[in-house]
Nanobody, 124 residues
Framework: QVQLVESGGGLVQAGGSLRLSCAAS????????MGWFRQIPGREREFQAA????????WYADSVKGRFTISRDNAKNTVYLQMNSLNPEDTAVYYC?????????????????WGQGTQVTVSS
């Protein structure tokens, strides 16, 4: 079993930055693909960014390319999402996800474990 705990969300003005962290614990977490998703009430969970097990492959949703950066530190069992140039449309609950498999995963089905989410609110 794998546990994921997100942190780093909060309120930020448009144009600002936040860095989300996801601390993972459990069996072989350093071998898992990791991803970030976000969800707005009434809508489906939406892929944002993903990284493979050793951090040498990643993928981004078109809406965040050039603004968000995903990274991981396997020594700390932590994944990060650096979010820059935030705008009000980025307001959502952000979820960290982990799952087995080679390469990155861009869909909800690619992940078996989920965190509880952290709220990001961007004011205009």
């Amino acid at each position: 079993q794998v546990q994921l705990v997100e942190s780093g969300g909060g309120l930020v003005q448009a144009g600002g930055s936040l860095r989300l962290s996801c601390a993972a614990s459990g069996d072989n977490v350093h071998n898992l693909r990791m991803g970030w998703f976000r969800q707005i009430p009434g809508r489906e969970r939406e892929f944002q960014a993903a990284i493979n097990w050793n951090g040498d492959s990643w993928w981004y949703a078109d809406s965040v390319k050039g603004r968000f950066t995903i990274s991981r530190d396997n020594a700390k069992n932590t994944v990060y999402l650096q979010m820059n140039s935030l705008n009000p449309e980025d307001t959502a609950v952000y979820y960290c996800a982990a799952g087995p498999g080679v390469g990155v995963g861009v869909g909800v089905a690619a992940y078996a474990f989920w965190g509880q989410g952290t709220q990001v609110t961007v004011s205009s």
